[in-house]
């Protein structure tokens, strides 16, 4: 058993994602460890199959070996502009135990993932950072995640993926290190997490090739990983150094990785609890020690900034540490705050919501937990039902969004009530969609938020959807998938007090693609915040079927109890009616936003600002297009450009046809990629700029050819 858990980290990335992604003959959770609340449905004739697509077109990110670092180039770089994550990374509020779900929680303790961020994607070994897949997983908990990592090898450079009858071949070449999806990076910047890319060894290729040092004190290869971190956007990397080196080539991979932190202090890296500081042996400490920290370095000399413990730190037969106290006393003795430096593993790829790991022994409410914790795959789910197309229909995903909320918010699916409804019973890894038995994220993390300053503003976007609507209207029908043009997320998924039941809603949105279903009445909590505005504030929302919304302010001086203002409607002709009011708020801190409706309908818009005229974007320059190439019959790749605008949050690209206008897709930096387009449709295209708070740009136009 634990020699099996240890092995996951080479099983999956030791051939890109290994035994678990071999085509279509990889089988899928078996359907009798799915427990009766939560069966999915039978899967659809035709769903697409994980990893049976080759390489995609147009953008894709690929693996890194020494010789693709070395030559790197920006202008270069096969689509390396859209590859870009442009968004700085946001300042989370400091924490207010007042408005916590829990407020008797921790707030010191820290979440660290790694995730396969392209599950349920056709595309693997290259990932397609903006696609049209609908069944893709997207991450919409970032209130509890501090540190966000990729996890999956990718092919080197621009080696293409061959398929043969849905098999990948064989001997493809995959890369050291994978920069993170840039979308999923934009995502994580946008809340306020950092996002990590992967250092994965052993690979077949030449581990001196990256230790090669200068006379000066130098590593050309240290030097490009501070380029393309920098030019890439993300935040550095969790180290899985997991292949027996040198005692000498794990000295020098020590000085490589002091220099990158010398030369940029910015770049974060994790390392997983795997090689021996002298000896370069893989071995497993499974809790921090006198000798583990090391790899810490020194406070003039860092090398790791945290470590991932092995998940042996609770087993039964031998464990290390299983309250994690030694890990603690281990950290403090070192100078260290074992919370920053330490993660203790919790491995869901295999355990699903029954792990061998229960961090929940040793933390919760009114529990300060001795160190932090680290999730492995916890994608794993809404992978396993890719396997078998329940994530291919809407009724699918809503059966494993449902289940995502179970696992994050708790067995209730409100943060509020997380923790187990049934003790945690032996033997473990089985009955993994039991959710009964697991706490849920919340009960040990506290929610963190972004939510320092107006505007806010959400249409309920989580970077996937089977349409798009844009102000009530629908102008997309198909499917597609952007992590990076997702809203920021809602602080609390779902905190309700009275009779109102809240879901996520895919079959209608008012301005992205989906929306969120009401039930009932009652109230729900969306924002923690910490505002404090020298104006009053706007309150502007869009809803259907609802009888009455009350916009709740919880004061920070007065955090016992909500003020509610009652919101008045009027028809905006969209069939969502708008909700709005301007609220005295000048001068007093205000710590949670909540809402307060009754009736059946939807939720789909929300925005808050300060009063006065809103701040439209100026309309974009220099907007271009251009055929990237063939895509069959009448469609085209096409690729757009324009000049990025300091008063614009993101952009919106359309063609213009006889019937309207199709939305291609949303973007925050200035290039575009749009697959398989049927120019036939119409050959005019459409950019519309959109502000913080939602306000939109005139559109500038342009024909391809033209």
Known sequence: ?????????????????????VGASAPPASAASRVAMGRPMAGAAAAPVPASGGTPPGPYTFGWAADDLLAFDPAATPWGPHLRCLIPRATRIAPFAATQAHPDLDPATRLSTLTIDDAGSIYEGHNQPIGLEPQVYTQRYWSYIDIWGTWHGQVKGSAPIEMVDGQRAPGRPYGVIDIPNPGWTEAAH???????????????????????????????????MIEIRRYFG????????????????????????RYIKRTDPDFYLQGYDSADFDTGVV??????????LRWLGTPDEPIYDSIFMNYWWQAEDGGADPDLSLSAASAQA????????????VEHQKGGFRPEEDFGRVAGPGRA???????????????????????????GRRTYRDLEQRFWSGPTGDPHSSGRLEPRTPPYRTDVLNYRQWDGIAHWITERSPYGELPIATDFN?????GFWLEGAQVRSWGWDNMGCADRSLTWQYWTEGGLAVALDETASYGSGHSLSLRGSGVVHLFKTDLTTPKSMVADL?????????LGITWKDAPAQIDWHRLNAADDGSGWAQWGAELDVRGRGIARISLRTSGDGRLGRIVLRAAGKPAKPAKPAAFSVADAGDAGSARRHLTFSWTLQDDATGYDVFQLTGSGQNWLGRVHRDVFFAESVDVAAGARFQLVAFGADGSRSAPVKAALGG
């Open 462 to 466: 989580i970077g996937v959807g089977s």
């Open 369 to 395: 937990a001795p160190t932090s914790v680290a999730l492995f795959v916890d994608s794993q789910i809404w992978l396993d039902a890719s396997w078998d197309g329940t994530t291919s229909t809407v009724e």
């Open 1 to 21: 058993m634990a020699e099996f858990s240890r092995r996951t980290f080479l099983t999956v990335g030791g051939a890109g994602l290994g035994a678990l992604l």
């Open 234 to 257: 993300f935040d550095g990397l969790f180290i899985n150094q997991e292949g027996t080196v040198t005692a000498a080539q794990i000295a020098k991979f020590q000085d490589l990785l």
């Open 283 to 292: 071995t497993y400490e499974n809790r921090l020690s006198e000798n583990n």
């Open 190 to 224: 946008k809340n306020g997490a950092r996002s990590i890319g992967g250092w994965f060894w052993p690979r077949p290729v030449d581990f001196d090739a990256f230790l090669v040092q200068n006379a000066d004190g130098s590593f050309p290869v240290g030097d490009k």
């Open 334 to 345: 070192a100078g260290r705050d074992p919370h920053v430096v330490g993660f203790a593993g």
């Open 542 to 550: 869009r809803a259907q079927g609802v009888q009455a919304v009350e």
